[in-house]
């Protein structure tokens, strides 16, 4: 699957930006999929994901509450909805999928359990 993340952009912080991913090549609506961070100088992180086997959503414990990741089956996109942003959340935004259903619950927030990574999108939040 090749995906393209988008919609990233500047903001002051306590704003709100919608990312999206978008996936060519075959639908990934039933795939898991991932969202992940990247900050200078840090490892990637993880943010949120879908998890196919249960339906459910997943989110790191500190963005709980304020970022959602929703799906669009009909459009072929995954989105983040982030709000009441905060200059810590300054990264490149990552979506990513695994295609082939080989991630386990365990495994949801290890970015090296996905195999389809699209290009990130800058998010950057002012203080």
């Known amino acids: 699957v090749q995906l393209q993340a988008y919609g990233g952009g500047l903001v002051q912080a306590g704003g709100f930006l919608r990312l999206s991913c978008a996936a060519s090549g075959r639908s990934f609506s039933t795939n898991n999929i991932g969202w992940f961070r990247q900050a200078p100088g840090n490892e990637r992180e993880f943010v949120a994901a879908?998890?196919?086997?249960?339906?459910?959503?997943y989110y790191a414990d500190s963005l709980k509450g304020r970022f959602t990741i929703a799906r669009d089956k009909a459009k072929n996109t995954v989105s983040l909805q982030m709000n009441d942003l905060k200059p810590e959340d300054t990264a490149v935004y990552y979506c990513a999928a695994d295609p082939r259903g080989r991630i386990i619950l365990s495994q949801i927030e290890n970015p090296g359990a996905y195999s389809d990574w699209g290009q990130g999108t800058q998010v950057t939040v002012s203080s």
């Open positions: 879908f998890w196919r086997n249960n339906g459910r959503t």
